[in-house]
């Protein structure tokens, strides 16, 4: 995969996903840029451009945005994962606080990036769904609906910006095998889960040129599960 010359903006760039990303990326020979709420030590001085910003503020995106400058390509991983209630009982709080991470994270990227991208004429866009949200899971109907809301807005845009010469697509992981999935489910089968460093290498190609052709695809990487 060859992403010289190319400028990559991540979000979510302090997770174990967005870590595995800039890395990714970078060995393929783009410059990245990486934006989150707070960096720890050991990736803040790795090289790039490390921006904070709180996701879920629409103007705080924007400014850090700008501040980036022009990038080629924009893959969106900020987002989270929780059980909840039952479908007929989630508490509002609940809800609200998957669409904050997992929708309005995204669409605040979104609305920053693509008159950026419009302007230089082109550009890539990469979004993360779930292959859970495919259809409705039990205990987990706000996530499933929040990912959902992605993977539909990811095709709306899709059709809406190839004109421009921008392509939009996005990954469906199962569980990816991060610290924190492996805390919370201790005796699971860690090795049927989805390496972030390979659900990485396909979001890098979908940020590509090689991927240019390739619009409003949802891309399952399940590993063995």
Not at 83 to 106: C, H, K, L, Q
Not at 114 to 128: E, L
Request: hydrophobic share 45%.
């Amino acid at each position: 995969m060859n992403m010289n010359g190319r400028r990559v903006l991540v979000t979510g760039a302090n997770g174990a996903l967005g870590r595995a990303v800039v890395a990714q990326a970078r060995a393929a020979g783009a410059q990245t840029i990486g934006v989150d709420l707070d960096f720890d030590d050991d990736i803040e001085a790795l090289p790039g451009l490390w921006l904070r910003a709180d996701l879920t503020d629409a103007t705080a995106v924007l400014e850090a945005f700008e501040r980036a400058g022009e990038f080629d390509a924009l893959f969106n991983l900020a987002g989270g994962f929780a059980m909840g209630a039952s479908a007929y009982a989630p508490s509002n709080d609940e809800w609200d606080a998957m669409f904050r991470i997992n929708v309005d994270t995204m669409r605040n990227a979104v609305r920053a990036a693509v008159p950026m991208m419009i302007r230089r004429g082109g550009g890539s866009i990469v979004n993360v769904g779930a292959q859970s949200a495919r259809e409705g899971q039990a205990g987990m109907s706000a996530y499933c609906a929040a990912k959902s809301t992605v993977m539909r807005l990811t095709e709306s845009l899709a059709r809406e910006l190839r004109g421009h010469g921008i392509n939009v697509n996005a990954v469906l992981p199962s569980i990816l095998d991060t610290p924190r999935n492996r805390q919370d489910m201790p005796d699971a089968d860690y090795s049927l889960w989805v390496q972030p460093i390979d659900l990485a290498s396909v979001i890098c190609f979908l940020g590509s040129e090689a991927a240019r052709a390739v619009h409003g695809a949802l891309v399952p990487v399940s590993g063995l599960s």
